[in-house]
């Protein structure tokens, strides 16, 4: 999982040397926000699917200033909001309004409003009244729906680092094991 991290992920110099960073410079040397090890990483793809829902262009400077926050993964965090795109947004906020329906007993007889066509000059003000017409299910439902998201990737995450590190050692035993049988 490690050299998957590295692999795809930018390093701390190359993060520290962004000059759009350079006034939170000084709170990014703790070594957690850096270190590829299960608790981090779990922490960050937690707290970046979290964020992934928050409306707009923040979720990445939240993603990021959590992740500082709670000293977890800061390029883990970051990278995992980029599930929320223009093709799942939509999809993951209908789910996240039927959770709030379901949650807050509104009538199921209330329709969704269709999603208006989007143009590129003002795709966000199309966008954005569209969701305040989705009202009060979609406001209890999207931290529902994060929660969710962000327990989940952290199990998985956990789960998952620990299969791997129970398989490699197997297979390194398994190696041991024949070597001393064959030679």
Request: a positive charge; proline letters at 7%.
């Amino acid at each position: 999982m490690r050299k998957f991290f590295r692999n795809h992920l930018p390093s701390r110099e190359g993060v520290l040397q962004n000059r759009w960073l350079s006034p939170l410079r000084q709170w990014l040397h703790h070594p957690n926000l850096w270190h590829l090890h299960r608790r981090s990483v779990a922490g960050g793809v937690a707290i970046g699917l979290f964020c992934g829902l928050i409306p707009g262009p923040l979720q990445m400077l939240t993603a990021v200033l959590l992740a500082m926050l709670w000293r977890v993964n800061l390029p883990v965090a970051a990278f995992a909001t980029l599930y929320t795109n223009p093709f799942t947004v939509v999809p993951l906020y209908l789910l996240a309004h039927k959770i709030g329906i379901w949650v807050t007993g509104a009538s199921n007889g209330t329709a969704v409003p269709v999603f208006p066509e989007v143009r590129w000059h003002d795709w966000f003000s199309t966008v954005w009244e569209w969701l305040m017409v989705l009202g009060q299910p979609l406001l209890v439902g999207l931290p529902i729906l994060a929660a969710g998201l962000a327990l989940l990737g952290y199990v998985i995450v956990r789960l998952g680092w620990r299969l791997m590190v129970i398989w490699r050692w197997r297979s390194r035993a398994a190696r041991k094991h024949h070597r001393s049988c064959n030679g």
